[in-house]
Structures are given as structure tokens and as C-alpha cells.
């Protein structure tokens, strides 16, 4: 079955060091984006891609990076730049680069947590 | 600015029918989205609205009136399972979400 496939489930980050997070899709799709959740908050765009090797920042992408080396992948990296991390980070995908009607599909989740 | 608004939280017995309200400030946009979202777990499409008034899928129905800046989801025949998070979102080149309404639905 397609889907959004995210690694780690749960990761955990020290101090000063640098985590990144897995997003792999099977969808074909051209679109694709990472959302941080804090608890009991919405989603906060931090990035966005929606062509192979370009993206866009989105509103909270400081102390975030990301790469689109391929269609099927949207690593982002949560660098030693960001003060407060913990969070829930979701990442989705769409059919068509334009956000017309196009639903995005979300991953399972990643939680980050500071050790 | 951009933003949405939605009640943070709903309650509503079995069966019953509850109406979450977005409303938003926004320049332009494609259309207006709902998400579903059960804790812990990642959030699901729901229903979009490209044009004005209602559209129907299901238990769920969706509206919108860009006129009055405002838009709602009607839920219907509340079931347990439909305890969880609501997102109202607004499409332009990406989706801008709303803070969410907390559903909970009671026996």
C-alpha cells in the first residue's frame, strides 16, 4: 500500500547535537511538507518542497533544515540552532505542486525529546 | 496576517450533531480544508470547500461562505470514535491550519 513512512517513532536529542528526521513516500507525489505540533496546538509549517531540489521556507524554520534530493524524500534536520525542539513533527506529501483541492497525506509522527 | 480561529473545545453526546466554526483572516485562497485528528495519531483528510456552500460526504459535511469569512463542519450522528481533533485549513500554495477544536464525544 502507498503511504508516508517516518523514522524514528520516538527520538531523542543531546544538547548541542544535530538529529534528523526520516520522510520517505511511495505516493508519486510532488509535494511535500514538515509540521511541528506542540501539545494541544496546531500545525506550524516549518518547511515545504514541491519539486525535487528546491523548497521553501515555511513559518518556523529557523534552527530547521531540510534537502530534496529525491522525489520519494524530505529528510529535515533539527539543528543544535533550535532552542526548544520537543515536539511532534509531522510530515505530509500532495499530489500536485499548486495547493489547489489536493488533500496532503501525513505521516505517522516523529517525537523529539531532549535528553 | 493570516490566521483561523476555531473553538478549542466541543462536547456532544452519541448521536447527537455538533457544528465546528472556523473562521479567518486571510488575502486570497483556493479553498478551505477540515483534518481530523485523534491523539497521538496523524491527521486525516476530512472534506474541502472550493466554492461557497455545503458540501456532503457521509456523517461529515463541510460549508463555507467567503463572504462572511467563515466557514463550519457538521458532524452527525456523533459516534464515540469521533472523539478527536478538528483542523480547519486554508489552501494557497500550502496549508495554513487553524489551532483546533477538541471534540469529545460522551455515552
Not at chain 1, 26 to 49: C, E, F, K, T, V
Not at chain 1, 68 to 79: A, D, G, H, M, Y
Request: aromatic share 14%; glycine share 10%; proline share 4%.
Amino acid at each position: 500500500d502507498g503511504g508516508i513512512t517516518q523514522s524514528p517513532k520516538y527520538l531523542f536529542r543531546k544538547e548541542g547535537q544535530n538529529v534528523t528526521l526520516s520522510c520517505e513516500q511511495n505516493l508519486n507525489h510532488d509535494a511535500m511538507y514538515w509540521y511541528r505540533q506542540d501539545p494541544g496546538q496546531g500545525l506550524r509549517l516549518i518547511y515545504y518542497s514541491q519539486i525535487v531540489n528546491d523548497f521553501q521556507k515555511g513559518d518556523i524554520a529557523e534552527g530547521y533544515s531540510v534537502s530534496r534530493e529525491k522525489k520519494e524524500s524530505f529528510p529535515l534536520t533539527v539543528t543544535s540552532a533550535q532552542k526548544n525542539p520537543t515536539a511532534f513533527y509531522l510530515c505530509a506529501s500532495s499530489r500536485d505542486r499548486g495547493m489547489s483541492n489536493q488533500p496532503q497525506h501525513f505521516g505517522d509522527g516523529t517525537r523529539l525529546s531532549i535528553l | 496576517g493570516q490566521s483561523l480561529e476555531q473553538p478549542s473545545e466541543v462536547t456532544a453526546v452519541e448521536g447527537a450533531i455538533v457544528q465546528i466554526n472556523c473562521t479567518y483572516q486571510t488575502s486570497g485562497f483556493y479553498g478551505l480544508s477540515w483534518y481530523q485528528q485523534h491523539d497521538g495519531g496523524a491527521p486525516t483528510f476530512l472534506s474541502y470547500n472550493g466554492l461557497d456552500g455545503l458540501e456532503e460526504t457521509g456523517r461529515f459535511s463541510s460549508f463555507l461562505s467567503r463572504s462572511d469569512s467563515y466557514g463550519y463542519l457538521l458532524l452527525q450522528e456523533l459516534q464515540m470514535k469521533d472523539s478527536a481533533s478538528y483542523f480547519c485549513a486554508y489552501n494557497t500554495d500550502k496549508l495554513i491550519f487553524g489551532t483546533g477544536t477538541r471534540l469529545q464525544v460522551f455515552p
